[in-house]
């Protein structure tokens, strides 16, 4: 429910680092880019290594983003980037209602059909589907 403008239900996600016996430290704030409403952070996915680099990488829900939006960010030596490597949203003609809460609920990143990539499976529930968004890789 953070804000950025102080209305309401934009959300944010704080990420700490564990230096060792339970010494917890700020890294730092994501956010999606919905000005209101969004409610980033809804759900989080630890997705694994989509991009092979050797760090693991998250996937971050904001279901009330327009149709809902999922964020992918990667890890690297630093932590995580701060900027998403990818905004994911439901195809538009998918969508059976409106406001179907895209990103509601994520899984992990799970090679779902065997193939050697990661898959992120993605949760809509006013949509009554879920909706599979298979080999999930990094561009850029």
């Known amino acids: 429910m953070h804000s950025r403008s102080g209305d309401h239900d934009n959300g944010v996600v704080y990420v700490f680092w564990n230096e060792g016996e339970l010494n917890f430290q700020l890294q730092g704030k994501l956010a999606g880019s919905a000005e209101v409403a969004g409610r980033f952070g809804t ?43 990818q905004k994911l949203t439901p195809p538009p003609n998918e969508l ?25 499976a993605i949760g809509s529930p006013h949509d009554e589907r879920f909706t599979f968004i298979g080999h999930i890789r990094w561009y850029g």
Request: glycine letters at 16%; charged letters at 20%.
């Open 43 to 85: 759900s989080l996915g630890r997705i694994g290594d989509i991009n092979m680099d050797g760090y693991n990488d998250i996937a971050v829900g904001a279901p009330y983003e327009g149709n809902g939006a999922v964020y992918i960010f990667l890890g690297s030596k630093d932590g995580l980037q701060s900027k998403p490597s």
């Open 96 to 120: 059976l209602s409106p406001q179907p809460m895209f990103g509601f609920s994520l899984s992990r990143g799970a090679d779902i059909d065997a193939n050697g990539y990661k898959d992120l």
